[in-house]
């Protein structure tokens, strides 16, 4: 494929959701991180037969257990950013109905659930985590949204029958789509970006700094999208509402016990005086807690803040 190791390294993370790549990098030495993701920032086109390839061949050379076999069932891989998937189902087993959507690409999603019946949408959306759930809804039409946040408040329930249909028939239509477009289409840097958001901190800085080091333009347009905790106080008071409206309350509360009296401050004002003081309580019960466990809320938090910035839905105090 007159490809450089490093090129197949950079197509096959690329390949994998941004959780698990992000994994995938601690366990690279810091130059190798750092050279990897400079060349995902810049792969050229690739058809799905070179991703497929790439996928093919780690999987054949693995020695992880149960690798090469679970491979052999498949001439695709259902890493999942738009690529092939395997034959018969793009749905790997899973616990739960509908579990194949977390994975899917947002815009995918989103395109065909914007086609279906607002019963339909609705019934998806209760299957979704409230994250994913709440991001797809707020991209609907106002009528729309108000139609199927109705349907949702009135599913009791559903009969596994219609939950494996509507199952097969959006496994069906996304598989369409993927066949239909431009797989060597993507944007690397937002890929990189997407894996960042999923990485320690400590991992971050090591790549940007890498990048810096090779091209300061690059890494200063990865930082101008890789939002920190503390610039939720940056943001103006509608963007901040809407950071916490999709925060959970617990990560909320750990997030606080590590803020700055600043930011605490203001987000204490944006709620009413009956949940301020419920949200203060519930901080000052904590008592002491593993700094670990606050990084980890803030930055639950951070990356909240991060994918609205990639879907240009917030705006800073500081653009007026």
């Known amino acids: 494929m007159n490809l450089t190791p ?23 030495a810091p130059e190798e991180v750092q050279a990897i993701s400079l060349e995902i920032s810049k792969l050229p086109k690739i058809s799905p037969e070179q991703r497929n390839q790439v996928v093919q061949e780690f999987l054949g050379t693995s020695e992880i257990p149960g690798m090469k076999e679970h491979s052999v069932q498949s001439t695709g891989t259902s890493f999942g950013r738009g690529e092939a998937f395997p034959s018969g189902s793009m749905a790997a087993p899973r616990s739960r109905p509908l579990d194949f959507l977390r994975n899917v690409d947002p815009r995918q999603l989103l395109a065909i659930l914007r086609k279906e019946h607002p019963q339909t949408i609705a019934l998806v959306l209760s299957y979704l985590p409230s994250q994913q ?38 496994e069906s239509k996304l598989f369409s789509m993927v066949e239909g477009e431009d797989m060597g289409a993507f944007d690397g840097r937002e890929t990189l970006v997407d894996i960042l958001s999923q990485s320690d901190r400590s991992v971050e800085d090591k790549i940007l700094s890498g990048i810096s080091s090779r091209d ?52 204490y004002d944006m709620m009413s005086p009956e949940v301020a003081k419920a949200v203060r309580d519930d901080v000052t019960a904590l008592g002491d807690v593993p700094w670990d466990e606050v990084r980890g809320a803030q930055q639950q938090m951070r990356n909240i803040l991060r994918g609205l910035v990639t879907l240009n839905k917030v705006k800073f105090r500081y653009d007026n």
């Open 6 to 28: 490093r090129q197949k390294a950079a197509i096959l993370l690329v390949s994998l959701p941004p959780e698990v790549s992000a994994q995938v990098f601690r366990e690279f």
């Open 133 to 170: 759930a709440s991001s797809i809804l707020s991209e609907l039409s106002p009528a729309m949204q108000a139609e199927v946040a109705q349907r949702l408040a009135e599913i009791e329930r559903i009969s596994p029958d219609v939950v494996q249909e509507v199952e097969k028939a959006l």
């Open 216 to 267: 300061q333009d690059l890494a200063e347009n990865l930082k101008s999208k890789l939002c920190e905790f503390e610039d939720i106080n940056n943001v103006d008071d509608a963007s901040l509402q809407q950071v916490l409206r999709l925060t959970d309350i617990r990560d909320l509360v750990l997030a606080l016990k590590g803020a700055d009296a600043r930011l605490t401050e203001r987000i």
